[in-house]
Every structure is written in C-alpha cells, then in structure tokens.
C-alpha cells in the first residue's frame, strides 16, 4: 500500500499532500503575484478619451442639454438660441482642429510611404540584374 512505503523516512502520502498542497500555493501565488508585476495596463474598462475627445462630447451634450429645457420651458428662446449657436461654433472649431490634425497625420503617413518607395525604387535601380550592374 501507498501508506507503507517510506522515503527519507516520510510517508508516501504526506509527500503526495506537500506537492499537492505546494503546487496549489504556488498556482494561487502567480495568481496573485503576476498581474502586480506585470507592466503595463492591467485588463478592465477603461473609458480612454484625450482631451480633445473629451470636450467634442462635452460640447454636444451641452446642446443636447440646451434642447432638452428648452423643450421643458426652462429657456426662453432668445437664451436657447444664443446658447446653442455659442455651442454650435465652438463645436465646429473643435470639428475643424480634428479634421486639421487627421489630414497633417494623413500628408505625414503619405510622405512617409512615398519615401520608403523612393528608397526601395532606388535600391532596385542600383542593384545588379543578372550579375550585371544597370
């Protein structure tokens, strides 16, 4: 039986009960321990706005909010309509800032990818065809 066999004068079974119970410790401490080592970000949600992102949709919940009570009767409609196109043209600066910096990333990536090319094209002209140089 396995309660029979001796090594080092243990018990077979109390060696059987120190692996499981060990490997389980071990297993629960890399639980643990892992994600408080591991850099970066850790998984959840996360709502990640930059700052310009941030005031767009602060911008249109403003106007939505300036809809909402003036259909309640909170606003006349001289405020409403002051307060909506003051929100309106700052929306539209701030759409127009976006649109400025997407197209700058855009010539930039496009400079970038005409480079590589050029460079590429340069390289395939002054390579040998066939063991003879062009």
């Known amino acids: 039986m396995v309660d029979d066999l001796f090594i080092g004068g ?8 120190i692996i ?8 629960a401490l890399m639980l643990i321990g892992l994600p408080l080592i591991k850099e970066g970000r850790s ?6 706005r930059d700052e ?12 939505n909010e ?6 309640m009767g909170k606003l006349s409609k001289d405020d409403y309509l002051y307060l909506k196109n003051q929100y309106k043209s700052m929306a539209v600066k701030l ?6 910096q997407e197209s700058s990333k855009a010539d930039d990536l496009i400079k970038a990818i005409e480079k590589e ?10 390579s040998p065809v066939d063991g003879v140089g062009r």
């Open 95 to 100: 759409l127009q800032e976006k649109d400025k």
């Open 117 to 126: 090319i050029d460079s590429e094209l340069e390289i395939a002209d002054n």
């Open 20 to 27: 499981v119970f060990g490997s389980i410790l071990l297993f």
């Open 43 to 48: 998984p959840g949600i996360y709502i990640n």
């Open 66 to 71: 300036i809809e909402f009570d003036y259909q």
């Open 52 to 63: 310009q992102s941030n005031s767009e949709y602060t911008i249109l919940a403003t106007i």
């Open 10 to 17: 243990i018990k077979m079974d109390e060696i059987l009960f």
